[in-house]
């Protein structure tokens, strides 16, 4: 069997798991609001009408292209894309990863595997992974982004220059946090450089590695200029900062492997600072996003040092330290995640452990109401962006009038509602009204408007249906 059939095998396998893990979440009740955003943005891009008009950011493109091109080729049928999507991005970084370890880790079989299953299944992985091809396409990035740097210390050659560069470009159009990253990583850059290589030419060596990230981004810049579309989401409706003591304590439970291996390279400063310097973008990036809340979970934010992990024990020089420190690091920081993730009730981490271990999770009863009014109706008039998990509980957006079809322009410039069913969705922030519907026409949340009828009218939900002549 040649080389490339067993690494082909070992993918199909992988991904196997990581779909039979997703599809026990989703058994169970969980699926995590990134991939019904995205599953939605998807759905309404590809099957709605050619002008549809939407007011979300373009940003990030990478998954949102990965998921759209998916369900053109395969459909839905039901089955969440995003999470197909973000499985064989996994797969493939699991795979990479024990290929590494045999090839140029110079690991047996059997250690190889061990280390992979050990960071393949680390629970801070799967819980950034269940949330979305985003983070997965991140953590792909940051392994190849770390790998590159250490080959370039090494080398200083052109290949390993491209390589990190590719990586800066995964991370930095895999998600809004990825932005974070990238700029933490532009003053260790320097750092981290061959000496002979960044003392000869400093401004060329930074511009090689950043253009194409800088040049990907300054194109969506000008998109989002031209189409008058938010480039990232809006920070301004704040969530509660993350303490920084929960940051901290992610940090440390995520970062043995690297202090261990650290420890082993520490006098061999060509792997060492590199891999100090990886690991020191990932901390940063999560002290950004401890002000700017990108992600309110820590865990989520920390994640990508499991990728940084990885880099550590393939740059790990052979020997008995490395079979006994690599594997009791890993578990140490796998078992210690374990515990941590979960803490608090009511959390996305407690659902995601709860579905984990087995217990259901209740649906949320309005938006179950809300599907079974719509369901098979026909003239539904609405803000698809904000209800995206009402797209994705109905399985499509058949017989809804959408933004930028004629019938749904001349209600809102004409300011007359005439369709068959009115829905429209509360903000959580009493201040701050989003959906499209509502803010054209407030009224409808006080008494319904002349010729129609309450279907539903609570804290979350407005639904409107025409009365029969």
């Given at each position: 069997m040649s080389d490339f059939s067993r690494t082909s095998l070992f993918w199909l396998a992988v991904f196997s798991a990581y779909l039979a893990f997703a599809a026990w979440l989703q058994m169970h009740g969980y699926l995590a609001s990134g991939v019904v955003d995205l599953w939605s943005r998807s759905i309404v891009q590809v099957d709605g009408p050619p002008g549809f008009k939407s007011t979300d950011s373009i940003y990030p493109p990478l998954p949102l292209v990965l998921v759209m091109v998916s369900h053109v080729v395969f459909g839905s049928a039901g089955v969440p894309l995003p999470t197909v999507v973000a499985a064989a991005v996994a797969a493939l970084m699991a795979t990479s990863w024990y290929s590494n370890f045999r090839s140029q880790g110079r690991m047996s079989v059997t250690l190889a595997i061990v280390l992979t299953l050990l960071l393949a299944?680390?629970?801070?992985?799967?819980?950034?992974?269940?949330?979305?091809?985003?983070?997965?396409?991140?953590?792909?990035?940051?392994?190849?982004?770390?790998?590159?740097?250490?080959?370039?210390?090494?080398?200083?050659?052109?290949?390993?220059?491209?390589?990190?560069?590719?990586?800066?470009?995964?991370?930095?159009?895999?998600?809004?946090?990825?932005?974070?990253?990238?700029?933490?990583?532009?003053?260790?850059?320097?750092?981290?450089?061959?000496?002979?290589?960044?003392?000869?030419?400093?401004?060329?060596?930074?511009?090689?590695?950043?253009?194409?990230?800088?040049?990907?981004?300054?194109?969506?810049?000008?998109?989002?200029?031209?189409?008058?579309?938010?480039?990232v989401p809006d920070l301004s409706p704040a969530r509660p900062s993350t303490p920084l003591q929960l940051v901290l304590v992610s940090l440390l439970a995520l970062s043995p492997p690297i202090l261990a291996a650290c420890a082993r390279l520490r006098r061999a400063p060509m792997y060492l600072v590199p891999l100090v310097t990886s690991a020191s973008c990932v901390v940063v990036a999560a002290l950004f996003n401890q002000s700017l809340v990108i992600f309110s979970d820590p865990m989520i934010a920390c994640a990508p040092l499991v990728s940084v992990a990885a880099v550590a024990i393939r740059f790990w020089p052979p020997g008995l330290s490395r079979t006994i420190l690599a594997s009791a690091a890993l578990a140490s920081s796998w078992m210690s995640c374990a515990l941590l993730l979960g803490q608090d009730d009511?959390?996305?981490?407690?659902?995601?452990?709860?579905?984990?271990?087995?217990?259901?999770?209740?649906?949320?009863?309005?938006?179950?109401?809300?599907?079974?009014?719509?369901?098979?109706r026909e003239g539904i008039l609405i803000d698809v962006e904000r209800s995206p998990d009402l797209?994705?509980?109905?399985?499509?957006?058949?017989?809804?009038?959408?933004?930028?079809?004629?019938?749904?322009?001349?209600?809102?410039?004409?300011?007359?509602?005439?369709?068959?069913?009115?829905?429209?969705?509360?903000?959580?922030n009493a201040a701050r009204t989003e959906d499209q519907v509502l803010r054209r026409f407030p009224g409808i949340s006080v008494a319904p408007p002349y010729g129609y009828r309450y279907r539903l009218n609570s804290d979350e939900w407005i639904v409107l249906e025409k009365e029969e002549a």
């Open positions: 299944t680390h629970p801070a992985l799967l819980f950034t992974i269940s949330q979305g091809p985003e983070l997965a396409l991140l953590c792909l990035g940051v392994w190849v982004f770390a790998r590159g740097v250490v080959n370039l210390r090494l080398t200083g050659s052109a290949p390993d220059m491209m390589k990190v560069a590719v990586g800066l470009m995964l991370v930095g159009l895999s998600s809004t946090y990825g932005l974070l990253f990238t700029l933490a990583s532009l003053p260790f850059l320097a750092v981290a450089a061959r000496p002979s290589l960044f003392m000869s030419s400093p401004v060329g060596y930074l511009f090689a590695i950043v253009f194409p990230v800088a040049c990907a981004i300054g194109s969506l810049l000008f998109v989002s200029f031209i189409f008058d579309t938010p480039l009511g959390t996305e981490p407690s659902r995601w452990q709860a579905a984990v271990g087995g217990s259901d999770i209740a649906p949320n009863a309005s938006l179950m109401t809300v599907a079974d009014i719509l369901r098979g797209v994705v509980e109905l399985g499509g957006i058949e017989g809804m009038v959408l933004a930028g079809t004629p019938k749904f322009e001349l209600t809102v410039l004409g300011g007359r509602l005439d369709e068959n069913i009115i829905v429209a969705r509360r903000s959580a």
